[in-house]
């Protein structure tokens, strides 16, 4: 099959799309030699077909904010692929939003989510909502008048969102009691509720600990372990502030985090009151790192730069897309880096990756070493669907040993002549295979 032309004809339907056309370029780069052996895929139309979201939702979101002021935001939902299971996946609230990096989410989705071994299909949606300095009551205004519109599209056995940047705690409660007041029910529409009413324990650490648990898979095919390694994390997140925290349980030194404003360079290592106080940082809803410096002595705030020019052993990129650049790749691998393991979604260039898998260095991919959060997302479901809940040892173990078959799965497709493990390749086959076999399955729709 002629990748290059199929390319080509998406970028000329999709202009502009930067994200989402990266993302897809980046799978499409890992499936020749499946799309080769298997010709029923083309016949039957799969790549065209899976490329394309089922539907988009898009919509205005109009809401009064504390001065009393009449604003509109952008509201979205993208239901990408349904063929394993309901759409799935989180709602994204940053200025920066629009269709094409919620189309780039929703189709890497289908592929975490595929990975999992969980029945969830893939999506993603958001607004261009901006949280920094907004009042908690703004916020539920805001999420409120989001719902009005989104519970329509929404529901347990269809579309259940949850969180992404922007989106936590306090704002999943503000959508869940919207949509129970709108559709006269009580159930799991959205996952990463709170303890008391519907939420699985460990989903606000999954997502870090799942992607630690992967990063330990992965330098255990080379005989090591974290103790005593040192590590560069970015972000001051929901991700961060897990990888952060079992990291240093695991006998790791973290020695960064970042915001907008810069990084924090910590040689003493993020630990105890530390971690805690990323979370007071985060909830100040002031979207700066650089308070951290000032409280913790011994530290040091770099303004205006990225952590990827500290010496590190393990790289975490937990920010955003596109956060760590090819200039960045080239000083971690001068610096000795041996495991890059992305908790965002597609926080490297694709210049990025291929610096670090030139060099040989484990790279592994978000959708398989994120995926933890959404894989626990899928655990809240099947509690909810129960009406049961599990304890924390339990979400934890299971947590657990999803990662490690996801880690499994990239092995048995991804292992190269030379041993070495393309991840990006392994996770991209095995995450297609389940979700293109089903369609074939389910004709043509
Ligand atoms: P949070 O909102 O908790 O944290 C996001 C972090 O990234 C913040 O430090 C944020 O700073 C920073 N950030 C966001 N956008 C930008 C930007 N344009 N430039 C610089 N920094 C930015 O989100 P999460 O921790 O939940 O998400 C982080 C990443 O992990 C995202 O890629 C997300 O898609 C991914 N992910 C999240 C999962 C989850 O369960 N939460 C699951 C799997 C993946 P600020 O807000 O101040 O801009
Ligand atoms: O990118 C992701 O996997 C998430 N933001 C989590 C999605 C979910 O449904 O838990």
């Not at 989510?113 to 909502?129: A, I, Q």
């Not at 409660?173 to 996952?191: I, R, S």
């Not at 805690?276 to 100040?284: K, N, P, T």
Request: one cysteine or more; proline letters at 4%; charged letters at 20%.
């Amino acid at each position: 099959m002629d990748l290059q032309k199929f390319m080509n004809n998406l970028v000329a339907k999709h202009p502009g799309e930067k994200e989402y056309l990266q993302a897809v370029r980046e799978v499409l780069e890992s499936l020749e030699e499946v799309l080769d052996a298997n010709p029923q895929f083309e016949a039957a139309g799969i790549l065209d077909r899976i490329v394309e979201p089922d539907r988009i939702l898009t919509f205005k979101v109009p809401w009064v904010d504390d001065h009393g002021k009449v604003q509109v935001n952008l509201g979205y939902r993208v239901q990408f692929n349904n063929a394993i299971g309901p759409y799935k996946g989180g709602l994204r609230f940053h200025p920066s939003v629009n269709l094409s990096i919620l189309k780039f989410l929703g189709f890497e989705q289908i592929f975490k989510n595929s990975l999992t071994t969980l029945p969830m299909g893939g999506g993603k949606g958001g607004s261009d909502f901006n949280p920094k300095g907004r009042s908690d009551a703004e916020v539920m205004r805001f999420c409120q008048a989001f719902m009005l519109e989104l519970w329509r599209m929404i529901g347990p056995e269809t579309d259940v969102p949850a969180g992404d940047i922007g989106v936590g705690g306090r704002e999943i409660g503000f959508l869940y009691g919207m949509y129970k007041k709108l559709a006269h029910e009580n159930t799991g529409v959205l996952t990463g509720k709170g303890i008391n009413w519907g939420g699985s324990l460990i989903r606000p650490e999954a997502t870090g600990f799942g992607a630690t648990y992967f990063a330990k898979e992965m330098l255990a095919t080379k005989g090591q372990t974290f103790a005593g390694k040192t590590v560069a994390v970015s972000g001051f997140g929901n991700v961060s502030w897990g990888v952060v925290t079992k990291v240093t349980e695991l006998g790791g030194k973290v020695v960064t985090i970042s915001g907008p404003d810069g990084y924090i360079y910590d040689p003493n290592g993020i630990s105890g009151e530390k971690i805690d106080y990323m979370l007071e940082l985060r909830a100040s809803n002031m979207d700066v790192v650089a308070p951290y410096a000032d409280e913790f002595p011994g530290s040091e705030f770099h303004a205006g730069k990225r952590p990827w020019e500290v010496k590190a052993d393990v790289a975490m990129p937990c920010a955003t897309q596109n956060e760590l650049g090819v200039d960045d790749a080239k000083k971690l691998v001068a610096n000795g880096v041996t495991c890059v393991a992305e908790g965002a979604n597609m926080p490297c260039t694709p210049e990025a990756v291929e610096t670090f898998q030139h060099a040989k260095v484990l790279f592994g991919p978000g959708k398989a070493v994120n995926a933890g959060g959404v894989a626990t997302s899928g655990l809240e479901m099947t509690q909810n669907s129960i009406k049961m809940g599990w304890t924390s040892e339990e979400v934890d173990a299971k947590l657990h040993h999803i990662m490690v078959s996801i880690h499994n799965s990239c092995v048995k497709y991804g292992t190269e002549k030379d041993g070495y493990i393309n991840y990006v390749k392994g996770a991209n086959i095995a995450g297609f295979l389940k979700v293109a076999n089903s369609m074939l399955d389910q004709g043509i729709l």
